[in-house]
C-alpha cells in the first residue's frame, strides 16, 4: 500500500534537488533504509532520495566507515532490527567496473583526435557512469552487471561510432546511459 507523504525541500544551491519541483512523492510505507532518515522510502526503491542512494554508495566505496542498515523480512514490510555492516575494503566489483570502463573509454579517445579529452576527465566520466548504475541497481546484482557489460560491449564495438563519442563530449549523460536499453545503445553508424 502506497501513500502520499510530503517531500523534503532542498534549498536550490543544493545538488540533490531532483524533488524540488514536487510538492509530493508517492512513497511507500517503509521508511529509508539509512539509519537515522526519518522519511519514508520511495516507492520501488529502499531509499526516501537521491541523497541517501549517495551516502549509501559512498559508504560503500569508502569501505572504512560503518553503515547501519534496517532488515527487513522477505516481504520487504516488517523491519525486525538493525544489522551493523562494517566493509573492510571497497566492493571490488565496483571498482574492476570504474578501470575497465576507464580502460575502454581511454582506448576509444585515442581514435577521436577531435575530441580533447583528458586522463582525469575520463576518469571521472568512468565514475559518473558506474555511479549512475548503482544507484539504478544499488545491490549490485545480476541486472546490474548485465548492464555493465552491455555498456563495455557497445562503448567497444567499432561500429558504434556515436556512443563513445556522445559519452566522451558530454552529449549523453552517465543517468542517461544507465537508463537506455539496449537497441538505445547499439544504434550503429558506419564510421567514416
Known amino acids: 500500500v502506497a501513500t502520499v507523504v510530503p517531500t523534503k525541500h532542498y534549498s536550490a544551491d543544493t545538488k540533490y534537488s531532483r524533488f524540488d519541483s514536487y510538492d509530493h512523492v508517492d512513497r511507500s510505507t517503509t521508511k529509508c533504509k539509512i539509519e537515522g532518515c526519518p522519511e519514508y522510502a520511495m516507492r520501488n526503491s529502499p531509499f526516501c532520495s537521491e541523497k541517501c542512494v549517495l551516502k549509501f554508495a559512498q559508504d560503500n566505496m569508502k569501505g572504512t566507515t560503518t553503515t547501519k542498515i ?9 523491519i525486525r532490527g538493525y544489522e551493523e555492516k562494517k566493509l573492510s575494503q ?3 566489483l565496483r571498482l574492476t567496473v570504474r578501470k575497465h570502463l576507464k580502460t575502454l573509454l581511454s582506448t576509444r579517445s585515442k581514435e577521436a583526435t577531435d575530441l580533447l579529452v583528458t586522463e582525469d576527465e575520463i576518469v571521472k566520466i568512468a565514475q559518473n557512469i558506474e555511479m549512475s548504475l548503482y544507484k539504478l541497481y544499488p545491490d549490485c546484482g545480476s541486472r546490474y552487471k548485465a548492464k555493465c557489460k552491455a555498456i563495455c560491449f557497445n562503448i567497444s564495438d567499432s561500429k558504434n561510432v556515436n556512443l563513445y563519442r556522445n ?8 543517468e542517461k546511459l544507465a537508463k537506455m536499453t539496449l537497441e538505445e545503445m547499439s544504434v550503429r553508424v558506419k564510421a567514416k
Open 90 to 92: 571497497p566492493n571490488p
Open 167 to 174: 559519452i566522451l563530449s558530454g552529449t549523453l549523460s552517465s
Open 70 to 78: 534496517k532488515t527487513e523480512s522477505n516481504d520487504g514490510q516488517d
